[in-house]
């Protein structure tokens, strides 16, 4: 990796006065522009590109006051050519079908550049899961999953926590399958709570891999991440995680925000008082000794790494011009555009891409699932040991796919993934 990175040699598209943001059609300009680097055949390129099933429900709900409610609901499976397919469920008010297709898309891409043997998938529900009640909650998650208790089990498809979702919903999803299937089957989600199944190492996974990645850049780059600035947009899961870790690598996390809020503070944030400060007041709206700065500002502050953290398409060709860090590691899924990827390549910062740098959370999955089908629990060492393997043989199949087809780390990453889905799609043949 070199500070200046290449710009594409294949221009996406000249820069429209509007971006389209749909994110399946992101998705598939993404995998076009690799197809095209992997050299793939016009035919091979349409079965790769199209998700392989796509479930669409209307989920009916008794609420709490009798009244009764119907939310919509998705599961897409993208591409099984590499083994079952792997992906979140995602509960938020702005969940659409093509956002899952556009996932779960990415899950396949994201499953092959680490190298595990998983397919990809994804889903979700439209819903604001913090205006539902516990019951109510439990009564839709178990609705979900049993109308897509068909499609999932751990040989098929296997759910994992997204945003929005949690252990507990994993727990409700593998208890309804159960029941429904006459016998406990632990392996049929991942991110499932420690005494029903779950993995150490899992909920702190994601940030985990997003470090090893940065780590791995910073020392390519000739950042010494001691002391580097860092700005992380989304404060849950993967944001707050890997806020606690860098810290712990001496880096200076100078901003962080949440849906309600973000503050700042140039000297660097006590990211554990933060964090106790968050799970008191549910925002880190208000914490003492920052000033206030929204999610907006925050994307354009001057740091060494930002990390986006939240939803899609945060980074635009409205703001890529004014971004000012030197590395952009994408802990959440697509926050990039890509015309906002051509700018900031041109402008030589680095972006990590998703499918690379959030990768730590399908593969600490992947030991889960192991761990599941072989009766196995593995101390939290060996997952991390494990974990840093993978991610760090995955960021230098990425380095060198940068330095064979001369183009940025994200165009790398894909051109290995889909080269690899490709193999195995040719190899298996065509059904029937
Ligand atoms: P989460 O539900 O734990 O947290 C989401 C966070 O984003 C919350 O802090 C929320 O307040 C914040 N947020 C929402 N809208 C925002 C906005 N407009 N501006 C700033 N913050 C906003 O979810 P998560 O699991 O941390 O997922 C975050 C991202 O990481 C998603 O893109 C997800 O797909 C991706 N991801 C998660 C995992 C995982 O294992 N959890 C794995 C891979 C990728």
């Not at 792997?86 to 990415?106: M, Q």
Request: aromatic residues 6%; neutral net charge; contains cysteine.
């Amino acid at each position: 990796m070199s500070t200046q990175l290449p710009v594409p040699t294949v221009p996406i598209t000249t820069a429209p006065l509007k971006e389209d943001l749909n994110s399946f059609r992101i998705a598939m300009r993404k995998f076009d522009y690799a197809a095209e680097k992997c050299g793939l055949e016009p035919g091979l390129c349409e079965v790769l590109r199209r998700p392989r099933r796509a479930l669409s429900l209307s989920l009916p709900v008794k609420m709490d006051d009798g009244s009764i409610r119907v939310f919509e609901g998705f599961r897409v499976q993208h591409n099984s050519a590499r083994g079952p397919c792997k992906g979140g469920i995602r509960y938020h008010p702005n969940v659409t079908f093509d956002e899952v297709r556009a996932l779960a898309t990415w899950m396949t891409w994201k499953c092959a550049i680490v190298n595990i043997p998983f397919g990809g998938a994804k889903g979700g529900i439209v819903c604001d899961p913090h205006k539902l009640s516990h019951n109510e909650l439990e009564r839709l998650t178990r609705r979900y999953a049993y109308e897509i208790s068909p499609l999932i089990g751990p040989d098929k498809d296997i759910p994992a926590p997204d945003v929005y979702t949690d252990a507990q919903v994993m727990a409700w999803i593998m208890d309804t399958y159960s029941m429904t299937h006459g016998s406990s089957a632990p392996g049929v989600v991942t991110g499932k709570p420690l005494f029903l199944g779950g993995s150490l190492g899992r909920n702190e996974a994601t940030a985990r891999g997003c470090l090893f990645t940065v780590r791995a850049a910073c020392k390519e780059l000739g950042i010494n991440l001691s002391g580097a600035t860092v700005a992380i947009q989304g404060f849950g899961n993967a944001g707050s995680i890997a806020a606690q870790l860098l810290a712990k690598d001496g880096a200076k996390v100078i901003a962080v925000s949440d849906s309600h809020a973000g503050v700042v503070n140039r000297a660097g944030l006590n990211v554990e008082e933060l964090l106790a400060f968050k799970v008191k007041t549910h925002s880190v709206e208000g914490f003492p000794s920052a000033e206030s700065i929204s999610s907006e500002a925050l994307i354009e502050l001057q740091c060494d790494i930002l990390i986006p953290a939240a939803l899609e398409n945060q980074i635009t060709m409205q703001n890529a011009e004014r971004v000012k860090a030197r590395i952009v590691a994408e802990a959440a899924n697509g926050p990039t555009t890509p015309h906002a990827d051509e700018i900031l390549a041109r402008r030589g910062i680095t972006v990590l891409p998703d499918i690379l740098a959030n990768a730590g959370g399908v593969t600490v999955s992947y030991f889960e699932w192991v761990q599941n089908q072989e009766g196995l629990l593995w101390d939290s060492d060996e997952v991390n040991v494990r974990l840093q393997k993978i991610m760090s043989r995955a960021f230098h199949d990425m380095l060198e796919a940068m330095r064979k087809h001369h183009v940025p780390p994200r165009a790398a990453a894909m051109s290995v993934a889909v080269g690899r889905v490709a193999e195995a799609t040719l190899v298996r043949g065509l059904f029937p």
